[in-house]
Structures are given as structure tokens and as C-alpha cells.
């Protein structure tokens, strides 16, 4: 990768004393994560300033997971049934929420639908796992459900194609997991899809290139996966790749910095970043400039 242009300035944003992440961000830079409890337990969170409102999908505790966030501040997540299966939900601006659940999601357990963003037009794309256990991505459009397969994407279990995020334009990002297990990026464009395999990336099975996210304006960030197992950012432009890293991060398998997501005006960029001091998951945010 190419080297970082400018000393960029990163952010440690921790909810809770148990590990936090830092999925989605605005143009105004209201977040939204997930925070661990003491046992374990994952809730959601939205942060406006120093206001922090935290919060479970209602009849559920502690397996709630968020995603994204538009500039209405409504966010995409998903949470874990008592029989293990995923269901994708909303989470409107006043509170309340609507589930978002694929019809063509398998009802296993591990099995079921992951909304993973929503753009300023009210779409939600992600995945859903069906009866084989294998990845499909879907782009929700109030209600009606789209099927999106990436060609060359595996077909066995825990393969697959997994969306990403939707512009407002209606561009998508996403990535697939081919039948050797490596993960690839991608963007489609009126049924076109161009790869995105970053510098770096592993070639092994649980390796590759990860997306993230895209901005309306055409910048990408993602994640890739080296051959020793560490997690490392990156942000293209104008398809020159620059490394993202938060400082903190450990070098050991599993370490690393795991890029989340970005604002729709491609300024912000959040994630977390894993330290082998620790082994505890910090959010963090750093402003990239548009």
C-alpha cells in the first residue's frame, strides 16, 4: 500500500469497561456501536456528544448488535433469537423499531437475517444465511426483499456474498467468499461488478480483503486480513489503496484494526482496534477529510 499522506489523529471511543465498537457514524458525527457487559452480554448504543443512550431490542437482553446509522439517525442491526437464529431490525430516530427479516433466510440456529446499514433513502442491505449456511446478500427497499450473488462466490457453507453498504445513488459495496474460503470486495453498479483485492491481503482460507464501507462521493474503506491473522485498515480513492491504522493496535493473530464504517460524505471513519495488551475491543473514530 501506498504510504498515509498526513498524520491522521484517532480517536478512542470506549463505552462500558468490557470492550465496545464504534459501526456507524453521520455526517454530523452522531455514533452508533455495540458495548459488552460484564458477562458478556451485547447491547447497542447511540452517542450525540457526550449524550449516550443505550439500548436492547425490545424482548431481548444482551444479544443486540448494531451496524449502521443514516443521517436521520436510523440504524440497522441485528440481534440473536433464544434459538440462535438472526433477525435484522431498525431502529427509527423516535425509538421505536421494525424487524427486517429476509423471507429467503434459513430459521436455524447461526442461520437467519443481518441487516448491516441503511443509506438517507431508507434502504437496508445485507445478508442473510439460508438452510445451507450459505451467504446471500439482500438490499431491502421498504419491505421488498432483491437477492444480490456475487458471480464466482462460493457456494458451501459459510461462503457467499455479504453486502456492505448502499449509496444514496444506489451503488453497492460488499464482498464474497469464494469456494477456497478467501474473501474478495466488491462494487456493483447497474448490474456491473468490478473487484477490490487490497495490497497485502492474505491467500489463504479466513484471508483476504474485507469491505466496509462507501460514501457517495466514491471512497472506500475495508479491511484486510494478512497471512499471520492481523487485521489491517484501508482507504481507496481514486483506486490508490492508503493504510488506515489505528496506532494502538496489537501485531498478534487476532490483533488489529477492523474498519467498521464510514459517514455518507466520506469525512469519518470508525471502527475498533484490538490490542494484544488487552485483548479488548476499543471503538475509535478518525476524521480522513472528504
Same mark, same amino acid.
Given at each position: 500500500?501506498?504510504?498515509?499522506?498526513?498524520?491522521?489523529?484517532?480517536?478512542?471511543?470506549?463505552?462500558?469497561?468490557?470492550?465496545?465498537?464504534?459501526?456507524?457514524?453521520?455526517?454530523?458525527?452522531?455514533?452508533?456501536?455495540?458495548?459488552?457487559?460484564?458477562?458478556?452480554?451485547?447491547?447497542?448504543?447511540?452517542?450525540?456528544?457526550?449524550?449516550?443512550?443505550?439500548?436492547?431490542?425490545?424482548?431481548?437482553?444482551?444479544?443486540? +448488535?448494531?451496524?449502521?446509522?443514516?443521517?436521520?439517525?436510523?440504524?440497522?442491526?441485528?440481534?440473536?433469537?433464544?434459538?440462535?437464529?438472526?433477525?435484522?431490525?431498525?431502529?427509527?430516530?423516535?425509538?421505536?423499531?421494525?424487524?427486517?427479516?429476509?423471507?429467503?433466510?434459513?430459521?436455524?440456529?447461526?442461520?437467519?437475517?443481518?441487516?448491516?446499514?441503511?443509506?438517507?433513502?431508507?434502504?437496508?442491505?445485507?445478508?442473510?444465511?439460508?438452510?445451507?449456511?450459505?451467504?446471500?446478500?439482500?438490499?431491502?427497499?421498504?419491505?421488498?426483499?432483491?437477492?444480490?450473488? !456475487?458471480?464466482?462466490?462460493?457456494?458451501?457453507?459459510?461462503?457467499?456474498?455479504?453486502?456492505?453498504?448502499?449509496?444514496?445513488?444506489?451503488?453497492?459495496?460488499?464482498?464474497?467468499?469464494?469456494?477456497?474460503?478467501?474473501?474478495?470486495?466488491?462494487?456493483?453498479?447497474?448490474?456491473?461488478?468490478?473487484?477490490?483485492?487490497?495490497?497485502?491481503?492474505?491467500?489463504?482460507?479466513?484471508?483476504?480483503?474485507?469491505?466496509?464501507?462507501?460514501?457517495?462521493?466514491?471512497?472506500?474503506?475495508?479491511?484486510?486480513?494478512?497471512?499471520?491473522?492481523?487485521?489491517?485498515?484501508?482507504?481507496? !480513492?481514486?483506486?490508490? +489503496?492508503?493504510?488506515?491504522?489505528?496506532?494502538?493496535?496489537?501485531?498478534?493473530?487476532?490483533?488489529?484494526?477492523?474498519?467498521?464504517?464510514?459517514?455518507?460524505?466520506?469525512?469519518?471513519?470508525?471502527?475498533?482496534?484490538?490490542?494484544?495488551?488487552?485483548?479488548?475491543?476499543?471503538?475509535?473514530?478518525?476524521?480522513?477529510?472528504?
Amino acid at each position: 500500500m501506498q504510504a498515509a499522506s498526513r498524520s491522521l489523529q484517532f480517536l478512542t471511543v470506549n463505552v462500558g469497561r468490557f470492550g465496545s465498537y464504534v459501526n456507524g457514524v453521520t455526517n454530523a458525527s452522531v455514533m452508533t456501536g455495540t458495548y459488552q457487559d460484564a458477562t458478556g452480554g451485547n447491547h447497542g448504543y447511540l452517542m450525540s456528544g457526550s449524550n449516550v443512550v443505550k439500548f436492547d431490542f425490545p424482548g431481548t437482553y444482551g444479544a443486540t +448488535f448494531t451496524s449502521g446509522i443514516n443521517d436521520s439517525n436510523a440504524i440497522a442491526g441485528a440481534y440473536i433469537d433464544d434459538n440462535g437464529v438472526w433477525h435484522g431490525f431498525v431502529r427509527w430516530p423516535g425509538g421505536g423499531f421494525s424487524a427486517v427479516n429476509d423471507p429467503k433466510a434459513g430459521s436455524g440456529g447461526g442461520q437467519g437475517t443481518i441487516a448491516e446499514d441503511i443509506n438517507d433513502n431508507g434502504v437496508v442491505v445485507g445478508q442473510y444465511l439460508d438452510s445451507d449456511n450459505v451467504n446471500h446478500g439482500f438490499v431491502d427497499k421498504g419491505g421488498v426483499f432483491t437477492t444480490v450473488d !456475487r458471480p464466482h462466490a462460493g457456494v458451501a457453507a459459510n461462503q457467499g456474498t455479504i453486502l456492505a453498504s448502499e449509496t444514496d445513488a444506489g451503488v453497492i459495496l460488499g464482498e464474497y467468499i469464494d469456494s477456497n474460503n478467501v474473501t474478495h470486495g466488491f462494487v456493483e453498479s447497474a448490474g456491473i461488478f468490478t473487484s477490490i483485492n487490497a495490497p497485502g491481503a492474505g491467500s489463504g482460507a479466513g484471508e483476504g480483503t474485507a469491505t466496509a464501507a462507501l460514501s457517495n462521493g466514491g471512497t472506500i474503506v475495508g479491511n484486510i486480513t494478512d497471512g499471520g491473522g492481523v487485521e489491517h485498515g484501508w482507504l481507496l !480513492r481514486d483506486w490508490q +489503496f492508503t493504510p488506515l491504522n489505528d496506532p494502538h493496535v496489537g501485531t498478534a493473530n487476532g490483533d488489529g484494526t477492523f474498519i467498521k464504517n464510514m459517514s455518507a460524505n466520506g469525512d469519518v471513519v470508525v471502527g475498533e482496534y484490538i490490542e494484544s495488551s488487552d485483548a479488548i475491543a476499543h471503538g475509535f473514530v478518525v476524521n480522513i477529510g472528504g
